[in-house]
């Protein structure tokens, strides 16, 4: 697999060392296709890597999430139409676990976190045109967030993203980043 990792939207303030990819959000910085709102974002961060076929992405996420729609996580993107964010996003007061799949319009499924949102863990899964979300408070248990069909792109990128469409300044460490062959574990397998 290749793992050379670019950006689309780099942010004017990041680094990356001893494996750890650090970033500071710019100003008002978004993912999002007209749903509701009617308005199109394509301003977020997102560092990632080109691939193809099945794969498993999984990443550990350090952030201190505070203003409206604060978010981090990851992201899998074949182009500013078709792409599905996910992870922790600041809304109504508290974060929450969430994820957003785009397939020309933006969706939104959001829910309470069960732990210490300053510090989690994410995991997509490809298998053929299915997306398997997971994420994990503890970097052992793996609940599901979402399963969803995806359709199949000779090539997409896959990486961590992180926005703050409200504010800038969201600081974010992105930890333990690893691109594997796809993990083959049954649906309700959870770790």
């Known amino acids: 697999m290749n793992t050379e990792f670019y950006w689309i939207n780099a942010p004017e303030v990041w680094r990356e060392n001893d494996g750890t990819l650090s970033v500071v959000t710019d100003e008002q910085t978004d993912f999002w296709r007209k749903t509701w709102y009617g308005f199109e974002r394509f301003s977020g961060h997102f560092y990632g890597c080109d691939v193809s076929g099945d794969f498993t992405f999984q990443v550990k996420v350090i952030a201190d999430f505070s203003a409206l729609y604060d978010q981090a996580g990851i992201m ?14 600041f809304n109504d007061g508290a974060p929450a676990i969430g994820s957003v799949l785009t397939l020309g319009h933006s969706d939104w499924a959001t829910g309470v976190f069960p732990g210490n949102a300053n510090l989690f863990w994410m995991r997509l899964t490809r298998k053929g045109d299915s997306l398997r979300l997971q994420y994990s408070a503890d970097g052992k248990t793996w609940p599901l967030l979402r399963l969803a069909h995806f359709p199949v792109a000779n090539k997409c990128r896959v990486g961590v993203m992180c926005c703050t469409p409200q504010r800038g300044g969201l600081a974010v460490n992105f930890e333990d980043i690893v691109l594997s062959d796809a993990l083959n574990k049954d649906l309700h397998d959870l770790s």
């Not at 182009?79 to 599905?84: F, R, V």
């Open 76 to 89: 899998l993107m074949v182009d500013e139409y078709h792409w599905l964010k996910a992870g922790i996003e």
